[in-house]
């Protein structure tokens, strides 16, 4: 099960478990093109080689910024074998006290960016005769928990997305998995209280599962991955 030589893209990669799975994909020899919307984007920018990543500007939810990246990498790299959905946002409050805004910044971009990513990227995984998607999904999108309404609302939804991609892409050989994660010790922790590190799972924990499903062959129907830490709901 080996990455090298795959051109793999994953969103949301400027820090956390994003940064930590595209460096460790680039060090297992894979192509890796990691994109955050704090970036700029390239249009000159050179296709990577491979263990090589290149950084590029998009903001998933919109969708111009899509398709242009989807057309660059045509270009530059011909194909995908991997799309790795992980770009994400949380707000994490009562419904109740949840803003409008925060509301639709999380459904845009923690749903509707992968289902714009998969719908870019769909053409160039099935040309290539197959890959693997990887939505980053959450024990939110699975079990209720409070304080969480919005957020477990965009990760219930992105559960029935990766269901139906693999249902869709299943002909194609394009396999949907969902990587399911409990907590995981980033800076989205800072500040909040009663949370220890040593109960939540690493995000080299995390690389090494989307390492085993990005290494997989599209035969293999890997519909999810569940990686929680011992105490499971913190």
């Known amino acids: 099960m080996s ?26 020899g894979a192509r890796v093109v990691v994109t955050s919307r704090s970036w700029r984007w390239d249009e000159s920018a050179a ?13 998933v939810t919109k969708l111009d910024e899509v398709e242009r990246l989807f057309v660059w990498i ?3 790299l011909g194909t995908i074998d991997v799309l790795v959905n992980n770009a994400g946002v949380g707000h994490f409050k009562p419904l ?3 803003t409008i805004e925060e509301w639709r910044a999380m459904i845009d971009t923690n749903l509707t960016g992968p289902f714009l990513c998969t719908r870019a990227a769909w053409e160039l995984l099935a040309e290539g005769g197959g890959g693997r998607i990887v939505n980053i999904g959450s024990i939110a999108g699975e079990i ?7 957020y477990a609302a965009s990760k219930y939804g992105l559960r029935g997305l990766t269901a139906v991609t693999g249902v869709e892409g299943e002909a194609l050989g394009v396999r949907a998995s969902l ?5 995981v010790h980033t800076d989205i922790w800072d500040g909040r209280e009663g949370f220890d590190a040593s109960d939540m799972l690493p995000p080299e924990a995390v690389a090494d599962a989307l390492l085993y499903l990005a290494g997989a062959e599209p035969a293999a129907r890997i519909e999810e991955l569940k990686l929680w830490p011992p105490k499971g709901v913190l």
Do not use: F, W, Y
């Not at 795959?6 to 680039?26: N, S």
């Not at 990587?179 to 907590?183: E, I, K, R, V």
């Open 74 to 76: 045509k270009e530059r």
């Open 179 to 183: 990587l399911s994660l409990g907590a």
């Open 96 to 98: 109740v006290a949840t």
């Open 3 to 28: 990455v090298a030589g795959k051109a793999v893209v994953i969103t949301g990669g400027r820090r956390g478990i994003g940064q930590v799975c595209a460096d460790r994909l680039v060090a297992e």
């Open 144 to 150: 209720p928990i409070g304080d969480n309404g919005a």
């Open 47 to 59: 296709a990577p080689g491979d263990g090589e990543r290149v950084e590029m500007g998009l903001d």
